[in-house]
C-alpha cells in the first residue's frame, strides 16, 4: 500500500529564515515523488517533481530512498511562499496520485 | 489550452437537493480524477476514469455520491441527495498517461455549501 506522510499540519516561519516541510513516504516499488501548492482558495499547483531534480520558487526536494523522506526545503522564506504544501506520491499500474494530509506554511514579516 | 475548467465555481443548496458538478479535462488527457477537499480530511480521491471508463470509486462515501464520463471531454459528479456534511471543494484533475501520468492538472474546484 501506498502512504504519504506530512507530519506537521502548521509550520509557521519568519521571513528570511530556512523553512523545511517534511514528508516521508512508505511504498514498496520505484516511486515518483511531487509536491503539489496550494495557494488561499485556488487550484493545486505542481511545485516540484523529484525526477526533474530541478530548483522553482528557490525550492528543493530531494528524494532520499533510505530515509523513504522527500523533504521539501526553502533557504530564505517569503511571505508569499504561504500555502498549503502537499507531498504526493505515484507508483505502480493504477496511476494515482497518494496525497498527504498538507502542511499550510505561514511566512511571517 | 485553459486548463481543466469546473463548473460552478460556487455552490449554494439545501439539503436535499441534488447537485451536480462538471468538468472539462484538458485536451488529450485520458485520466481524469475527483478529489474532495475537507478541513478534517484534507485531500481526498473519489473517483478516477481512464478513457471515459471508471477505474476505481472506492473512494466515493456513498450512494449518493455517483458520476459519468460521457465523452473524453465531459464529465459531472452528482450528489443525490445532498447533505451538509458534503460541505467541501471539489477537486477534478487530469493527466496523460504517455507524457507522465503520475502528474496530475487540477481545475479551481467547487466550493459546495449544502446548508
Known amino acids: 500500500a501506498q502512504r504519504v506522510t506530512q507530519p506537521e499540519k502548521l509550520l509557521s516561519v519568519f521571513k528570511g529564515a530556512p523553512v523545511e516541510l517534511k514528508c516521508n513516504y512508505s511504498?514498496?516499488?520505484?516511486?515518483?515523488l511531487f509536491w503539489y501548492v496550494q495557494y488561499s482558495r485556488q487550484r493545486l499547483q505542481l511545485l516540484l517533481r523529484?525526477?526533474s531534480r530541478e530548483s522553482i520558487k528557490g525550492f528543493t526536494a530531494d528524494l532520499n530512498k533510505g530515509e523513504t523522506s522527500f523533504h521539501l526545503k526553502k533557504p530564505f522564506a517569503q511571505e508569499e511562499d504561504s500555502a498549503m504544501y502537499y507531498c504526493a506520491l505515484g507508483g505502480g499500474s493504477n496511476y494515482k496520485l497518494t496525497f498527504g494530509k498538507g502542511t499550510l506554511l505561514t511566512v511571517n514579516p | 489550452d485553459a486548463g481543466v475548467i469546473q463548473s460552478p465555481r460556487h455552490e449554494v443548496t439545501e439539503m436535499g437537493q441534488e447537485v451536480t458538478l462538471r468538468c472539462k479535462p484538458i485536451s488529450g488527457h485520458d485520466y481524469l480524477f475527483w478529489y474532495r477537499q475537507t478541513m478534517m480530511r484534507g485531500l481526498e480521491l473519489l473517483i478516477y476514469?481512464?478513457?471515459?471508463?471508471?477505474?476505481?470509486d472506492s473512494g466515493m462515501p456513498e450512494d449518493r455520491f455517483s458520476a459519468k464520463m460521457p465523452n473524453a471531454s465531459f464529465s459531472t459528479l452528482k450528489i443525490q441527495p445532498s447533505e451538509p456534511r458534503d460541505s467541501a471543494v471539489y477537486f477534478c484533475?487530469?493527466?496523460?498517461?504517455?507524457?507522465?501520468?503520475?502528474?496530475?492538472?487540477f481545475g479551481p474546484g467547487t466550493r459546495l455549501t449544502v446548508t
Open positions: 476514469f481512464n478513457n471515459n471508463v471508471p477505474i476505481d
Open positions: 523529484h525526477i
Open positions: 511504498y514498496s516499488g520505484s516511486p515518483e
Open positions: 484533475a487530469s493527466s496523460s498517461a504517455p507524457t507522465g501520468h503520475y502528474e496530475q492538472y
